[in-house]
T-cell receptor, first 117, second 114 residues
Framework: GESVGLHLPTLSVQEGDNSIINCAYSNSASDYFIWYKQESGKGPQFIIDIRSNMDKRQGQRVTVLLNKTVKHLSLQIAATQPGDSAVYFCAETRTNAGGTSYGKLTFGQGTILTVHP | GAVVSQHPSWVICKSGTSVKIECRSLDFQATTMFWYRQFPKQSLMLMATSNEGSKATYEQGVEKDKFLINHASLTLSTLTVTSAHPEDSSFYIC??????????FGPGTRLLVL
């Protein structure tokens, strides 16, 4: 089946703390995963991605961890800032044979992150 | 980076009228565009995949006669909500893929049907 979001869990943190946002995906054939940030009234914004041949990838203040065994994805945000407050979605997809392109994305349920100053 | 725009950003219409939403890739050619719908406090749900010059592929449960999609050029796709009703009120988001097939999302269009 596909991941379908009906309710958004919430995470509240203090400014400067580290945040960990979790996502469970459903399709074991998915091999490419993306984290998006969506601010109120706006479209999703790409944060970081990871392919299934990796279990960790780091960006600027963000780290994505992938556990294929339990089909779990997490996004870690270091030194969280008030500007990080948003809804965070994971998305999964399957790439083509060459791994150079992918089709439609399936979005996870999302998590509302609130950062208190 | 690649920019995708949507117009209008918000629209209010009366029940029974049709509303057209445009999605444009501003600085790249998009062979494929996707249309999503998002209800408050929910995730994005894919409605259809639109390929330039061909008919759109709709997801299960999405009425193709109600949500008309036209992808006439490599930079423009339109979604027309026909005979809109209050239950069609939602946030509609498009995305466009470049030659690397990376998806870039538009800012969304908020539709309110009275």
């Amino acid at each position: 089946g596909e991941s379908v979001g009906l309710h958004l869990p919430t995470l509240s943190v203090q400014e400067g703390d580290n945040s960990i946002i979790n996502c469970a995906y459903s399709n074991s054939a998915s091999d490419y995963f993306i984290w998006y940030k969506q601010e109120s009234g706006k479209g999703p914004q790409f944060i970081i991605d990871i392919r299934s041949n990796m279990d960790k990838r780091q960006g600027q203040r963000v780290t994505v961890l992938l556990n294929k065994t339990v089909k779990h994805l997490s996004l870690q945000i270091a030194a969280t800032q008030p500007g990080d407050s948003a809804v965070y979605f994971c998305a999964e997809t399957r790439t083509n044979a060459g791994g150079t392109s992918y089709g439609k994305l399936t979005f996870g349920q999302g998590t509302i992150l609130t950062v208190h100053p | 980076g690649a920019v995708v725009s949507q117009h209008p950003s918000w629209v209010i219409c009366k029940s029974g009228t049709s509303v057209k939403i445009e999605c444009r890739s501003l600085d790249f050619q998009a062979t494929t565009m996707f249309w999503y719908r998002q209800f408050p406090k929910q995730s994005l749900m894919l409605m259809a995949t639109s390929n330039e010059g061909s008919k759109a592929t709709y997801e299960q449960g999405v009425e193709k006669d109600k949500f008309l999609i036209n992808h006439a050029s490599l930079t423009l796709s339109t979604l027309t909500v026909t005979s809109a009703h209050p239950e069609d009120s939602s946030f509609y988001i498009c995305s466009a893929t470049d030659w690397m097939e990376t998806q870039y999302f538009g800012p969304g269009t908020r539709l309110l049907v009275l």
